[in-house]
């Protein structure tokens, strides 16, 4: 069977440590939905993005056990990985719609609507102290944060999502959306063990989204 193209780790902090481990397969269009689920479910990651055709941005995401419309993580790994090898991409066709984005040599941002995001509950905690202390609930799908600085916008969150078959997301570009959306305003968020997410609502309905990126293989 056919290995895995690129592993990314998307979100890493500002020395290139961490992240959240993004599988990715390339030249996908002949595959169907379940033989890509089925692949995804074999590498275990917390999402894996299928690239349907380079030279569009069209992809799929896919979690261990579901497909997803859109997702934070693989769009920024993609949008990255795209222009890491050599195409001049500035949109990315997921199932959600239009997906606009603009990428560097140490990562990506996307644009977003909240309303593409999973739907998960935003949990606000008393201190950074609880985060790191907090037991989801069976089935749980909840954002937990809580501010460090509320003054500068710095958040600490760890993300349980699983029934979709992820027990504790590293890092999670769509929930971080919810979260700036809610909130309306620029966030940076330390999630996990050590992953940083940038992320900000813009004038327009959108919300910025972005990080650095490791090509690990």
Not at 100 to 118: E, F, R
Not at 210 to 215: A, H, N, P
Request: charge should be negative.
């Amino acid at each position: 069977m056919r290995p895995v193209d690129h592993v990314l780790r998307v979100f890493t902090d500002a020395e290139g440590r961490f992240g959240n481990f993004l599988g990715v397969f390339l030249d996908t269009a002949a595959w169907s939905d379940e033989f890509c689920q089925s692949r995804a479910a074999d590498l275990g990651f917390s999402e894996t993005v299928f690239v349907d055709d380079i030279r569009t941005g069209r992809i799929r995401i896919f979690t261990p056990t579901v497909k997803l419309g859109f997702a934070g993580h693989p769009t920024v790994g993609a949008a990255w990985l795209i222009d890491h090898l050599g195409h001049e991409v500035h949109t990315l066709e997921c199932e959600v719609g239009t997906v606009y984005s603009v990428a560097t040599q140490l990562g990506a941002t996307v644009l977003a609507d909240p309303a593409w995001s999973p739907p998960i509950d935003l949990t606000q905690v008393a201190s950074p102290e609880v985060v790191d202390s907090y037991r989801p609930w069976e089935g749980s799908h909840e954002y937990v944060w809580a501010w460090i600085d509320e003054a500068r916008g710095i958040v600490r969150a760890r993300a349980f999502v699983d029934e979709v078959g992820i027990e504790e997301d590293e890092a999670t570009g769509s929930a971080a959306i919810l979260l700036a959306a809610h909130l309306n305003r620029a966030l940076r968020i330390h999630q996990g063990v050590g992953s940083r997410i940038d992320v900000g609502p813009t004038h327009t309905s959108k919300v910025a989204l972005s990080e650095d990126v490791k090509l690990d293989r």
